[in-house]
């Protein structure tokens, strides 16, 4: 192409071709960030603390929308910041929140003085555990304003509250909402 001549009108087309796919491929990897930034998260389940409620394997949405318009609540299965390891996200049963009381007596739960039904430990004892280094809980214990207490399902096989302490409210990424893949776990949880 000698100077003063424009591109053919074939040459126009396919930078309009390649622009217009790099604007979609765009668009798609923005809506990709926006949902998993705002509304649902993906994870895998590595550890078996949430079994036989969740299975090692699971893949789990964890959805981000409710506790925009709500707290946690007891009973919720949460997803959070790891106290002990940056970059890593846990998944677990809240159990108690800000001023609520726990104990832990003869393998049962106590809530506020109440024992808590809880078919989903398979009757399996909750007991204390050792703690992480520089965390000291006695029972009863008194759950921090603005924290909520967490245990795994799998009582016998969870590092949870009973080893780290309560979590920061603010550490809470999602509510665990149903289990998509393997296809034969697949439920709302």
């Known amino acids: 192409m000698s100077y003063g001549q424009h591109a053919t009108p074939r040459s126009r087309g396919m930078l309009r071709t390649v622009l217009s796919w790099a604007g ?4 798609v990897v923005a809506l990709v960030w926006g949902l998993q930034t705002f509304v649902v998260c993906p994870y ?3 550890s078996g603390s949430m ?3 969740i299975e090692i394997g ?3 949405w964890s959805e981000k929308i409710t506790y925009y318009f ?3 609540e007891p009973g919720d299965i949460i997803t959070f910041d790891d106290p002990e390891i940056p970059g890593r996200t846990l998944i677990k049963r809240a159990i ?3 001023g609520q009381t726990v104990d832990l007596i003869e393998g049962v739960v106590y809530v506020d003085g109440v024992p808590l039904d809880e078919p989903y430990t398979q009757g399996k004892p909750t007991a204390p555990l050792k703690t992480a280094s520089g965390v000291d809980i006695l029972y009863p214990y008194t759950v921090p304003e603005g924290e909520i207490w967490v245990m795994g399902d799998n009582r016998t096989n969870s590092a949870d509250s ?3 302490g309560s979590i920061d409210e603010t550490s809470v990424s999602g509510r665990a909402v149903a289990i998509y893949w393997p296809l034969d776990h697949i439920g709302v949880l």
Request: proline share 5%.
């Open 96 to 98: 108690a929140t800000g």
């Open 44 to 46: 895998t389940i590595p």
């Open 24 to 27: 979609y491929i765009l668009l």
């Open 70 to 72: 709500r707290d946690v």
């Open 162 to 164: 009973r080893y780290f």
């Open 58 to 60: 699971d893949n789990v």
């Open 51 to 53: 079994e036989d409620t």
